[in-house]
């Protein structure tokens, strides 16, 4: 599955997805984004596998991953309880 997340509101989301994990493939940053970006991007590593990825502000990122044991229902929301709690958590479904 290559999936697109997309981060409208002004605040990082650590945008975490459950069962298998993931790589980000591209980020693409907003003016605002970048800004955010440059003054956290130092020790921050986008290469290899992950369960969570940093969402800027106005950014989208890109990622991957693969479905080999289950199919049905997944979860994926951002860490930051408030946000998590007005909403950012959703089900996507995988079909076999
Ligand atoms: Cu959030």
Redesign the pocket.
Known sequence: MDGLVA?H?M?????HMHGEQFQVLERRMSQAGRAMWESLKDGYVDEGWKDTAL?LPGEKVRGIRCFVDFTGLFLYH???L???DMG?MRNFEIEA
């Open positions: 981060n509101i605040s990082p989301h650590p945008m969402v951002c860490h930051n408030e946000h998590e950012m």
